[in-house]
């Protein structure tokens, strides 16, 4: 199983807003609405900010939302943060023997 | 609150073996699939395996099959990652994670660990 594709990078400025995409397959984010983005800080595990495609945790503010059209999800981050520079991942489930395949990461840089 | 506490890291020769393990707390850990990932120096995020709340059924990715044994101990409420054969490229951080939801609901990892770190090298 191939990772997803996503971009090696994207930046914006504070208050601005950046998307990310995320490209897989007709196998994989094409086949289910099992897409999840994570946050992952440096030395720090990853943190699940989208499930579901579109879904938050509890705790998670509401300018992050995500969606998906076809074999690619996007994940935009609204009014950036500071504490939004981080790495994302996303994930697609792929079935049983493919539970989770992620993408390739993007850094988002808060100029 | 949901703690996973991995431990079992450390330096290991190539053809070696190691014994992962996570201690978990604060959820019904018999009720949860549980997770591991790993994530190479530097590099992206790669699933390793999975296994179901009762231990009977377990998925591992191509790169780790045959050679890690994913298993838990739900008297322990803990689980385990057994790997063999290690090579260079093995050499990572390892996460263990829960799946969201139980049974057939949910496919993503809704809490992590904070990773060991193995290192395959002479």
């Known amino acids: 199983q191939s990772a997803l594709t996503q971009p090696p990078s994207a930046s914006g400025s504070p208050g601005q807003s950046v998307t990310i995409s995320c490209t897989g397959t007709?196998?994989?984010?094409?086949?289910?609405?099992?897409v999840s983005w994570y946050q992952q800080h440096p030395g720090k595990a990853p943190k699940v900010m989208i499930y579901?495609?579109?879904q938050r945790p509890s705790g998670v503010p509401d300018r992050f939302s995500g969606s998906k059209s076809g074999n690619t999800a996007s994940l935009t981050v609204s009014g950036l943060q500071a504490e939004d520079e981080a790495d994302y991942y996303c994930s697609a489930y792929a079935g049983s023997n493919n539970f989770c395949v992620f993408g390739t990461g993007t850094k988002v840089t808060v100029l | 609150e949901v703690q996973l506490v991995e431990s079992g890291g450390g330096l290991v020769q190539p053809g070696g073996s190691l014994r992962l393990s996570c201690a978990a707390s604060?959820?019904?850990?018999?009720?949860?699939?549980m997770n591991w990932v790993r994530q190479a120096p530097g590099k992206g995020l790669e699933w390793v395996s999975i296994?179901?709340?009762?231990?009977?059924?377990?998925y591992y990715a191509d790169s780790v099959k045959g050679r890690f044994t994913i298993s838990r101990d739900n008297s322990k409420n803990t689980l385990y990652l057994q790997m063999d054969s290690l090579r260079a490229e093995d050499t990572a951080i390892y996460y263990c994670a829960k799946k969201r939801g139980t049974g057939q609901t949910g496919r993503d990892l809704d809490s992590w660990g904070q990773g060991t770190l193995v290192t395959v090298s002479s």
């Open positions: 007709s196998s994989d984010v094409g086949a289910y609405n099992y």
């Open positions: 296994i179901s709340p009762s231990g009977s059924t377990t």
């Open positions: 579901e495609v579109s």
């Open positions: 604060g959820f019904t850990f018999t009720t949860y699939a």
